[in-house]
C-alpha cells in the first residue's frame, strides 16, 4: 500500500478542481496537473448530451482511419445554394476519408471483419485483435498475392484461437467468401510470419464442450461427464495429433449415451462439422483405450 513519505499516513484525497492528491494526514501534494476525467457539463437529461459533448468516439483500430477522422454534419435549417454547397463539402469529404489503394483495401477488410464478427457475436476485443493482426500482416506485406477476404478469416481464426474463443476453421469458412482450404493456408502463412506459436495458439478440447452441447440440448451432467472423458484422453496420449472437434464430438456422444440422453453420431458430427466417420473412429479409440463401459 502507498504510504505518505513524510508522515507515513496512507489516507489520500483527490481534488479535482486543482487535479492534485494530497495527504489527508499533513496535507502533503504527492500528484499534481492530473486531468479530471469528469464530463465539463452536466446532463439532466438524454437529449442534452449530443447537444453539450464537445468529444467524439474514442480512437479505435476497427476503422481503417482509427476514428480520428471528422463528418460533416447535416444542417437542415440551410436552404438553397448553402444547402448545395453543404451537400457537395460532405460527399468530397467522404471520399477523401479514403485516399489511396490501401485505405480502400483496409476500409474494405475491416468492413468484412465486422460482418464476420458481427455474425459470430465475437466479442469486442476478440475483433480488436483481429483487426490488430490485420494491419501487423499490412505491415510487414504479407497480403501480396492473397485475397483480402481470406487473410482477415484467418486473422478472426487466429484471434479466436489467442483469445480461447471455439470457433472451427469450418463454421469461418462457411461465412466467409472462400473456402477452407484458402483460409488455412493464409492463416498458416500469417502465423509464421507473426510468430503466432503453436503454443500460443492451442486451444484446449475441452473449451468447445458447451458450444457443441448448447446446439444438442444436453444437460450439465452430459457436459462434465463429457469433460471428464477428454481430460483422461489427453492424460493417456489419445488427443496428440487429432482434431479437437472431432475429439469433442466422439465425447458429447459417448457421455450422452452414459447420461441417458442419446444423440445420434449424425446430430454430433453435424454440430462438430466433422464427418460421422471421424465420429465413430475417436469413439472406438476413446472407448478401447480407456476401457469405458457403455450401455447396450
Known amino acids: 500500500?502507498?504510504?505518505?513519505?513524510?508522515?507515513?499516513?496512507?489516507?489520500?484525497?483527490?481534488?479535482?478542481?486543482?487535479?492534485?492528491?494530497?495527504?489527508?494526514?499533513c496535507g502533503t501534494v504527492l500528484s499534481y496537473n492530473l486531468v479530471d476525467p469528469r464530463e465539463e457539463t452536466r446532463i439532466f437529461e438524454p437529449s442534452q448530451r449530443e447537444k453539450r459533448k464537445r468529444t467524439g468516439s474514442p480512437a479505435t483500430i476497427l476503422l481503417h482511419d482509427k476514428g480520428l477522422s471528422t463528418?460533416?454534419?447535416i444542417d437542415r435549417s440551410l436552404t438553397g445554394?448553402?444547402?448545395?454547397?453543404?451537400?457537395?463539402?460532405?460527399?468530397?469529404?467522404?471520399?477523401?476519408?479514403?485516399?489511396?489503394?490501401?485505405?480502400?483495401?483496409?476500409?474494405?477488410?475491416?468492413?468484412e471483419l465486422d460482418r464476420l464478427a458481427s455474425h459470430f457475436a465475437l466479442p469486442r476485443h476478440v475483433e480488436e485483435e483481429a483487426a490488430r493482426l490485420y494491419r501487423e500482416a499490412v505491415r510487414?506485406?504479407?497480403?501480396r498475392r492473397r485475397s483480402i477476404e481470406s487473410v482477415i478469416a484467418a486473422c478472426v481464426y487466429a484471434a479466436c484461437r489467442l483469445l480461447k474463443i471455439p470457433r472451427t476453421l469450418d463454421e469461418i469458412a462457411e461465412v466467409s467468401k472462400v473456402d477452407k482450404k484458402e483460409i488455412g493456408r493464409s492463416f498458416r502463412f500469417i502465423a509464421r510470419?507473426?510468430?503466432?506459436?503453436?503454443?500460443?495458439?492451442?486451444?484446449?478440447?475441452?473449451?468447445?464442450?458447451?458450444?457443441?452441447?448448447?446446439?444438442?440440448?444436453?444437460?450439465?451432467?452430459?457436459?462434465?461427464?463429457?469433460?471428464?472423458?477428454?481430460?483422461?484422453?489427453?492424460?493417456?496420449?489419445?488427443?496428440?495429433?487429432?482434431?479437437?472437434?472431432?475429439?469433442?464430438a466422439a465425447a458429447l456422444y459417448i457421455a450422452s449415451l452414459m447420461e441417458g440422453e442419446k444423440r445420434t453420431q449424425r446430430e454430433v458430427a453435424e454440430v462438430a462439422r466433422v464427418t460421422e466417420v471421424t465420429v465413430r473412429n475417436r469413439y472406438r479409440e476413446i472407448v478401447n483405450k480407456l476401457e469405458l463401459k457403455l450401455p447396450i
Open 1 to 25: 500500500m502507498k504510504k505518505c513519505p513524510y508522515c507515513g499516513a496512507s489516507t489520500f484525497s483527490y481534488d479535482p478542481e486543482h487535479g492534485e492528491v494530497f495527504c489527508t494526514s
Open 71 to 73: 463528418d460533416i454534419g
Open 81 to 111: 445554394l448553402m444547402r448545395e454547397k453543404m451537400y457537395r463539402l460532405r460527399k468530397w469529404q467522404s471520399r477523401l476519408r479514403v485516399s489511396d489503394a490501401a485505405e480502400r483495401n483496409l476500409a474494405f477488410a475491416l468492413s
Open 140 to 143: 510487414k506485406g504479407l497480403i
Open 193 to 248: 510470419h507473426l510468430n503466432l506459436t503453436p503454443k500460443k495458439l492451442f486451444v484446449k478440447p475441452t473449451d468447445y464442450v458447451n458450444k457443441f452441447a448448447d446446439e444438442l440440448n444436453l444437460s450439465e451432467k452430459v457436459r462434465r461427464k463429457a469433460i471428464e472423458i477428454l481430460e483422461e484422453a489427453y492424460q493417456r496420449g489419445l488427443t496428440s495429433g487429432k482434431s479437437p472437434a472431432g475429439l469433442v
